[in-house]
T-cell receptor, first 112, second 116 residues
């Protein structure tokens, strides 16, 4: 009964480094999402996907890339880490339109 | 563009009392949905309740109910019989349209503290 699993839970990066945040779901959901949450703020959508092979930009996509080669996995890539990308990153999935999104536990990322 | 506004940065309530958390929204699309999520200090996001724009009745889920006033564009969350475990950040979110991939726009949240 895993739901949405994110790895790692915590990470510290140096400016200019790159990394991939992993997200996998075992509920066979078509829709997947990446959000970031800055301190004291609500979540902002980075990228989303409505199915394998289909991705689209959200509200704050700059500095990030995604891919969706399978229904289960939706990794988020940071190519050149910047201090402004220090945040908590949440992955979510949902079965379809108008349905609640199920969230992972988040990845806390610090760029120093 | 769609927008969610939560005007109460913080709210306090006595245990066992009811509390209302405000949420107003702005969209010109006739099809939308409103969600409430709870985020405890541990950080996870927990889905509480959903209201669709075409739903005739206000949504209820246990101690949670949604006071949906379409003309006022408000979707307030009512928590009855507050418990200490209800202390958390609460987010209102909106999904707009039928072809947007169910993307959510979030408000900035209300921090609820339940006092014993």
């Amino acid at each position: 009964n895993a739901g949405v699993t994110q790895t790692p839970k915590f990470r510290i990066l140096k400016i200019g480094q790159s990394m991939t945040l992993q997200c996998t779901q075992d509920m066979n959901h078509n829709y997947m999402y990446w959000y970031r949450q800055d301190p004291g703020m609500g979540l902002k959508l980075i990228y989303y996907s409505v199915g394998a092979g289909i991705t689209d930009k959200g509200e704050v996509p700059n500095g990030y890339n995604v891919s969706r080669s399978t229904t289960e996995d939706f990794p988020l890539r940071l190519e050149l880490a910047a201090p402004s990308q220090t945040s908590v990153y949440f992955c979510a999935s949902s079965p379809g339109q108008g349905t609640a999104q199920h969230f992972g536990d988040g990845t806390r990322l610090s760029i120093l | 563009a769609q927008k969610i506004t939560q005007t109460q940065p913080g709210m306090f309530v006595q245990e066992k009392e009811a509390v209302t958390l405000d949420c107003t929204y702005d969209t010109s699309d006739p099809s939308y949905g409103l969600f409430w999520y709870k985020q405890p200090s541990s950080g996870e996001m927990i889905f509480l309740i959903y209201q669709g724009s075409y739903d005739q009745q206000n949504a209820t889920e246990g101690r949670y109910s949604l006071n949906f006033q379409k003309a006022r564009k408000s979707a307030n969350l009512v928590i009855s019989a507050s418990q200490l475990g209800d202390s958390a950040m609460y987010f209102c979110a909106m999904r707009v349209g039928e072809t947007s991939g169910s993307r959510l726009t979030f408000g900035e949240g209300t921090q609820l503290t339940v006092n014993p």
